[in-house]
């Protein structure tokens, strides 16, 4: 995008590298900031008077899955710039997961055109580990050619912390060739603390985004790693973890959101949401716009952007205050983007049928999520409000003419993760507490990681029929009540992103949360909360189309639950327990 040189005067400048505010004026002109302070008349240069409102450098964020939102890129990049944010650091794991390199390629194609900072990262772990059923495989011969590529800036989050500790040498050799190509390695790695950690570390993973408790969020500092603190839709972490920044911490920490749905990032807002959050719970202004730009930037190696300076990437955000962070202006490489909270450019939508039609479900009928009764107790996923995590429960299961159900008295509700990429046939079936649902189900091909179905509900008949429409609509949610879809949101780019116009795909998601909440959903989030029920690199337990999985933190290892045996004929592989 070419764009006439700009002087934006009367601005109090936000200096991230020293942390303070000064009143000046900036030069903007072929695509980079050219002077800061007190500027001149320049020729052809149109004036901006910023009437003392507050320039940030473009808010970037450090660690985001695009498909989260489920916006096609395009959308999500229009969206994010209505927030001030000009960048970010990508994982496209989700839809490599389904389509693999192709997929990969695919969203940089679809964000190449665009007046939007979009760096990403070699999805490392596709399939997250072997005890799922993914739709494609990326391998470290893949890792090393995509790493090639100038946006790609390093290695995605090594998912599979166990693998590395125990010297998996497929995901070595990964890590090895972002090393080499002098790129960044993230991590992933909830939880782990003490002799696996520092493996985990020695072994050249630098971040993490995964932390959840001051506790574990110091230790990682301690050993040298970058912090991410995340705030998200699903998962929170931002009023426990921001103790961790300090004067002697600051440099290492960066504030990231992972996951957004589409009603957060569009209603709510996106980096400027968290610093809204950040400040609200009492970070220095400064200090927390630094998190969200200079330390991204530091964080990937991207030189000349994230500050105010001359030489930078002329990416800037004029907003009213250093409280609500409300935006009102942008600039992307010295062109105005966004104008008095409206975005001035187009953002033009690749479409390629290569991502299209990749639900291919198995043969369902009647027995296929059927569960017989049993006596004692049985594994449970405990769902956690607001975080990633789960809890092992182990409680009695309600039983009906001879089979295990749902029991909506104690919210103990089926459970299933059907295989969507027409491989296996595989069935998972398991139970989950605290999705809360009274009445019918709910269904996405948004599970993550590997996206197979996820259905959730009361009896067989609704969720039967809940899977049925995610392959009618070839991807998806919804939302089913007595067999026939409530409400419904196709997502037709890998199962996992809308074709549709932002606000339709809004609309369509709040009509899913409110049918959802009208049969008794608790979360928040109740489908951002499901997605994540089938991810068993987060402990402590999950279901993926293979079985039920827990981690064990002794062996710091992922373990299908001992107990469980894999039945298969023809038509399907379902889990059973066997008491």
Known sequence: ???TPTIIRNAQIVDVMNECVTRGDVLLADGL??????????????????????????????????????????????????????????????????????????????????????????????????????GAEVSAHDIARLLQHPRIVGLAEVMNFP????????????????QNAGKTVDGHAPGLRGDGLRRYVEAGIESDHEATTLEEAEEKLTLGMWLMIREGSAAKNLEALLPAVTDATIAKCLFVSDDQTPADLTQLGHMDRVLRRAVALGLEPTRAVRLATWNTAQRFRVPNVGAIQAGYRANVVLVEELKSFEVTDVWHSGARVVRDGECVV???????A????????????AAS????????????????????????????????????????????????????????RNIGVGWVHGVGLKRGALAQS??????????????????????????AMQGGCVAVEATR?????????????????????????????????????????????????????????????????????????????????????????????KV
């Open 346 to 352: 187009e953002m033009p939508a690749h479409e390629d």
């Open 369 to 424: 999520l059927r569960v017989g009764a049993r006596a004692g107790d049985s594994w449970v996923i405990g769902l956690t409000q607001q975080q990633l995590l789960t809890t092992g429960l182990r409680l009695p299961l309600a039983q009906r003419d001879g089979e295990a159900v749902s029991d909506t008295g104690r919210d103990i509700l089926k459970l299933a993760v059907i295989e969507r990429h027409g491989k296996t």
């Open 163 to 178: 693998g590395v500790i125990n010297g998996d040498t497929e995901l070595l050799r990964k890590i090895a060739f972002a």
């Open 1 to 3: 995008m070419t764009s």
């Open 354 to 365: 290569a991502v299209f039609d990749t639900v291919k479900l198995p043969p369902l009928d």
């Open 446 to 471: 948004v599970a993550h990681d590997n996206h197979n179905v996820i259905v959730a509900g009361v009896n067989d008949e609704d969720m039967l029929a809940a899977a049925r429409a995610i392959e």
């Open 485 to 577: 879809p409530i409400a419904q949101l196709p997502l037709r780019i890998a199962g996992l992103m809308s074709t549709e116009p932002t606000a339709d795909v809004v609309r369509a998601y709040e009509s899913l949360h409110d049918a959802a909440r009208e049969l008794g959903a608790r979360p928040e989030h109740p489908f951002a909360a499901l997605s994540f029920l089938a991810l068993p690199v987060i402990p402590e337990l999950k279901l993926t189309d293979k079985g039920l999985v827990r981690y064990n933190a002794a062996q710091q290892s992922f373990e299908f639950v001992v107990g469980y045996k894999l039945t298969t004929d023809e038509h399907r592989l379902q889990v059973i327990l």
């Open 33 to 134: 900031i050219q002077s800061v302070g007190s500027v001149g008349a320049a020729t052809g240069a149109t004036e901006f008077d910023a009437r003392g409102r507050f320039l940030l450098p473009g808010l970037t964020d450090g660690h985001v899955h695009i498909e989260s939102a489920m916006l096609h890129p395009a959308g999500f990049a229009r969206a994010a710039l209505l927030h001030g944010t000009t960048g970010v650091f990508a994982d496209p794991h989700e839809i490599a997961n389904v389509l693999g390199v192709r997929g990969i390629e695919w969203m940089l194609h679809a964000t190449e055109n665009l007046p939007f900072d979009t760096f990403f990262t070699a999805s490392s772990c596709v399939p997250a580990t072997s005890m799922e059923t993914a």
